[in-house]
């Protein structure tokens, strides 16, 4: 059985630290490694090595004009997707919903309406498979239950309001 040697070596990671510290971008440091520009990245990452450029740097950058291809748009968040994240983040005084979830309304696939919830029950495949199909509001794949379960608020995540 052949012996595999570690990836990462005392002298790679060295290699890796000067070659970042000049700068270097992770394609270049990974040609010169040795090692795919993913391993590089991971590396970096868990040697808690970053670097940030400024929003001046950026701009700058962009709108230099030797640049070969046109100039990106700005990724756009689709519309529903902004609204789903808005009602959920949103500060509002509305009660929210607790209690138990109806079970009345359950449905198979072939019975979901276009405003039932699609929270699935039980394992597919199983013979008790079903889906919530109690009724889902402004848009929302899932009631107001089961949307409580599925989109919960993170400490992370905010919503910028204009």
Same mark, same amino acid.
């Given at each position: 059985? /052949? ?7 005392? &002298?790679?990671? &060295? ?10 971008? !992770? ?46 748009? /700005? ?15 949103? &500060? ?18 072939? &019975?979901?309406?276009?405003?039932? !919830?699609?929270? /699935? ?8 498979? !079903?889906? !919530?199909?109690?009724a889902a509001h402004d848009g929302q794949p899932y009631c107001t ?14 919503v910028v309001r204009s």
């Amino acid at each position: 059985m /052949p012996v595999l040697s570690p990836t990462w070596t005392v &002298e790679r990671i &060295e290699l890796l630290k000067r070659h970042f510290e000049d700068g270097l971008s !992770c394609r270049e440091i990974a040609a010169d490694i040795g090692v795919s520009r993913n391993a590089v990245i991971g590396k970096l990452s868990r040697l808690n090595l970053t670097r940030g450029r400024a929003v001046d740097e950026r701009r700058v950058q962009d709108r230099s004009p030797d640049r070969t291809s046109a100039p990106r748009a /700005p990724k756009a968040v689709p519309r529903l997707q902004f609204e789903m994240l808005a009602t959920i983040y949103a &500060e509002t005084n509305a009660p929210v919903a607790t209690g138990p979830i109806d079970e009345a309304n359950r449905c198979s696939l072939m &019975e979901l309406g276009e405003y039932s !919830c699609r929270w /699935p029950i039980s394992t597919p495949g199983a013979e008790d498979f !079903c889906f !919530c199909g109690n009724a889902a509001h402004d848009g929302q794949p899932y009631c107001t239950g089961h949307s409580r379960l599925a989109y919960r608020p993170n400490s992370r995540a905010r919503v910028v309001r204009s």
